[in-house]
């Protein structure tokens, strides 16, 4: 039998999550009863449905991972959990977690990752509760969570409880006078199993290995060392029999070899130089946790995020899983572009726009009013799980090329014919110093406030802008009413154009200035995006002052 033991502990400062789960350097969780404190609070949280629940746990394989799920499965038999779901060597991707809660109908879920940060022991980790619909915790959970780490007193733990997670199997332990259970799975199996389900692999089978009428489909895909690497190799080599050199950096490795695992232009530089030089159709990769994911065409023909959304709404009925659930409607963040807006009105479909992070799409998914969503910030998904999901969103573009014949460009050039498009660009200004990040805020949300501002107009190029609106977004949730308020400063002009600016709610460190330029062309479909959008760039450096505050002449990163 094995003992409960409490521990006397004090709180610490700054456990608040963020946009998505509480993230911080390695060597901050490393402090003593740091994460023991966020663990015990998070069952806090949940106290009245603990006892005797299940939990689903797991991470995307980072450093830090293996020892923060011993101690999740300690912290759960001391607190009358009655069974955990862990993933084999604790690997689960953030959308497996989803589907596993969804499919066992757990109370839960505790992901491990910091998403796209970079890994190792001076690099971020992250804890995240998913709630019983499999999505991240609503606003006024983490809210709780984080009132209860700044009272925390004690936690409780069984320290000689000793589970291997190397084993698939399950495993019973008996604690005090109690019954706890471990079932170590197959990270990959159940999410295979429900990507089956969702998608037609033998007709994307036949894409991707030729037929007749077509040559092969020559793919390469990046799973930059994180946690997608097997679910990858699983589907796609395995199940859709893909040539085994068409997956790249395939193994999780705790670093992630050094690199930023952010599937974007600037860190998915390599994936995109061999793209564009190499005889491939499709490129594709994906972040460390495996929710985000950028999609790229021969020569590299970028695929942004926003009209990704718009071309997987548009052929949503290429998925099964579509046409055999219906399609209801569409959401996307606010500072994505509204490329998906134009898709909802044409099909006599909701929209709905929400604040940034993907927590905010769960209502309307659990009440039955939304089916595809997505944000600018690389996630893709749909209400198969409530996670953005970088695999399926992969699998949903090789739908429609293989029910369509084009090529990747072929359909964004199609979609642009019939629709327009809203060019879309994002400047990230990393790891600034906070303080006068904090202040460029608060002096252009006073300025643009400010009575006077609207109906104000700026010139640069050749290009005028009268302001029609500018505000601080805030978003009152249809079905419960809750409210998100300063969600990021927007500026909207007469002409449609969009200047929006945010601070990352994803750092560990310091500040991360987002800015997102959009403008609408109903014809001039096949200009590049920066050359268009230069002028309202100017623009929006202009207003904002942001070159001044942050000592920044250019991007980190430019999307
Ligand atoms: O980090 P992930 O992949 O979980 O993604 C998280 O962060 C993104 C960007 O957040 P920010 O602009 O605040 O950095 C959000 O769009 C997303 O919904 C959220 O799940
Ligand atoms: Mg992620």
Redesign the pocket.
């Known amino acids: 039998m094995l003992n409960v033991v409490t521990v006397n502990t004090n709180p610490y400062e700054g456990q608040k999550p963020g946009?998505?789960g509480l993230r911080k350097k390695v060597k901050v969780f490393l402090q003593e009863n740091y994460t023991e404190n966020f663990i015990q609070s998070i069952l806090d949280a949940n106290k009245d449905s603990i006892a005797g629940s299940t939990l689903v746990v797991g991470g995307d394989g980072r450093y830090l991972v293996k020892e923060v799920v011993d101690k999740i499965i300690k912290i759960c038999a001391a607190n009358g959990v009655a069974k955990l779901l862990v993933g084999q060597n604790g690997i689960l991707s953030t959308p497996a977690v989803s589907c596993i809660i969804r499919k066992y109908k757990t109370l839960g879920g505790i992901v491990l990752t910091a998403?796209?940060n970079p890994g190792g022991i001076n690099n971020d980790f992250g804890i995240k509760f998913n709630c019983s619909n499999g999505g991240?915790a609503p606003d006024n959970t983490t809210n709780e969570i984080y009132s209860l780490t700044t009272r925390i007193k004690q936690y409780k733990i069984v320290p000689d409880l000793v589970c291997a997670v190397n084993e698939i199997g399950t495993q019973t332990f008996t604690v005090e006078d109690r019954q706890f259970v471990v079932e170590v799975i197959d990270p990959v199996k159940d999410y295979v199993d429900y990507m089956k389900e969702i998608f037609d692999f033998p007709k994307i089978k036949t894409l991707i290995q030729g037929s007749e009428q077509r040559a092969p489909f020559k793919m390469l895909i990046d799973c930059m060392s994180g946690v997608t690497g097997p679910y990858v190799k699983r589907i796609f080599i395995s199940e859709l029999g893909a040539p085994e050199d068409n997956v790249i950096r395939a193994t999780p490795l705790e670093d992630f070899g050094g690199a930023h695992p952010d599937p974007n232009l600037t860190y998915a530089a390599d994936l995109v130089t061999a793209v564009k030089n190499g005889d491939y159709d499709f490129g594709a990769a994906f972040?460390g946790?495996g929710?985000?994911n950028m999609i790229i065409g021969r020569d590299a023909f970028f695929v942004s995020p926003s009209d990704s959304l718009a071309v997987l709404a548009e052929n949503a009925l290429c998925v099964p899983y579509f046409s055999k659930h219906g399609v209801r409607g569409f959401a996307r963040?606010m500072p994505t572009a509204a490329a998906v807006d134009r898709v909802a009105a044409k099909h006599g479909k909701e929209m709905f726009e929400v604040p940034?992070?993907?927590k905010y799409f769960g209502n309307l998914m659990d009440a039955g009013r939304l089916s595809l969503c997505g944000?600018e910030?690389f996630?893709t998904g749909s209400d198969h799980v409530r996670e953005?999901d970088g695999v399926w969103a992969a699998l949903a573009w090789l739908s429609v090329l293989a029910a369509s014949g084009r090529s990747v460009q072929g359909t964004l050039e199609a979609h642009w014919a019939q629709y327009g498009r809203n060019y879309f660009t994002r400047y990230d200004y990393e790891e600034c110093a906070s303080d006068p990040c904090n202040e460029m805020m608060q002096a252009l949300e006073k300025k643009i406030t400010a009575p006077g501002f609207v109906g104000s107009s700026y010139s640069s190029g050749n290009k005028t802008y009268v302001v029609k609106l500018a505000d601080n977004f805030s978003y009152m949730d249809p079905i419960d009413k809750s409210v998100a308020m300063k969600q990021g400063l927007r500026i909207i002009f007469e002409d449609g154009s969009r200047i929006v600016l945010r601070l990352?709610?994803?750092g560990s460190s310091g500040a991360?200035v987002?800015l997102y330029i959009d403008s609408y062309e109903a014809t001039d479909v096949r200009g590049d995006a920066q050359e268009m959008l230069r002028p309202l760039i100017e623009v929006a450096l202009d207003i904002s002052q942001l070159r001044q505050y942050t000592r920044r002449d250019a991007p980190t990163v430019i999307t």
């Open positions: 946009t998505s998403s796209h991240p972040d946790d929710d985000r963040s940034t992070g993907w944000e910030s996630g953005k990352s709610g994803t991360t987002r």
